[in-house]
């Protein structure tokens, strides 16, 4: 698992060094950056019948290529439980987790809009609890295609559907040593969600989804221009 974990984390520090050198090397002064805070919780039911469920504090920073096209870096606080696993019995494994988005829009017309979001993820957890060491390491891949209406001047209702892939690996050593494959029992879902715009360029969301991935957020972001 180790030669996995350290070939993940190549890939992504790679993929974060180009998410920020390419999105400041092309964006124009004309477009928005955007950072956002989310809370989210999400349980991930896997193959074999137990679930993953992740518990994230993070932050993200998209900046705009254009009107429509925008790139994202994310990364945050991560608490995981193994439900329904009985080698993870006893174990709260903490950690973080980082990755890269693409999000394609097209313009507000007659209330509606539509598009497309992109994101790969990485997640790292792990605890000691006496002589034994649970780790989890997954990448979570994600492709979601939505459709706002807007309600009000402040108010858009938006809905989605997405296909979702988690591999991964669990390890236990120690005492015990046991090591386990992490893959999602579903492959799509669904979300929807209400967002609130505020006067200053601000933005307040509330998102609940399930299917492949099931929970919700709440995330507070802004536009900086």
């Known amino acids: 698992m180790y030669k ?42 896997l193959e074999g019948g137990t679930g993953l469920e992740a518990n994230t504090f993070g932050l ?30 006893g174990f ?8 890269l988005g693409f999000e394609a829009r097209t313009a507000e017309r007659q209330r509606l809009q539509g598009g497309i979001d992109l994101r790969y993820s990485y997640y790292h957890s792990g605890e000691d609890v006496a002589a034994d060491t649970l780790e989890l390491d997954w990448t979570q891949g994600e492709a979601r295609l939505w ?29 015990a040593v046991a090591e386990q494959s992490l893959e999602n029992a579903d492959d799509s879902g669904e979300c929807a969600g209400l967002i609130l ?14 299917g492949a991935r099931q929970g919700g957020r709440i995330y507070f972001g802004r536009y900086f221009w």
């Open 197 to 210: 715009e505020t006067a200053d360029d601000g933005v307040v969301g509330i998102e609940g989804y399930g």
């Open 92 to 99: 709260d494994p903490t950690g973080y987790y980082a990755g």
């Open 147 to 175: 459709a706002t209406l807007r309600l009000s001047q402040r108010f858009k209702l938006y809905a989605c559907v997405f296909a979702l892939s988690v591999d991964g690996d669990q390890e236990l050593d120690g005492t």
């Open 4 to 45: 996995h974990t350290r070939s993940r984390l190549s890939g992504v520090a790679l993929a974060l060094a180009t998410g920020l050198i390419s999105p400041t090397a092309g964006a124009a002064g004309d477009y928005p950056f955007y950072f956002q805070l989310d809370f989210a919780q999400q349980r991930i039911p």
């Open 60 to 89: 993200s920073y998209r900046e705009y290529l254009s009107q429509d096209i925008g790139l994202e870096l994310h990364l945050g606080r991560l608490g995981v439980e193994h439900e329904g696993d009985s080698t993870a019995m």
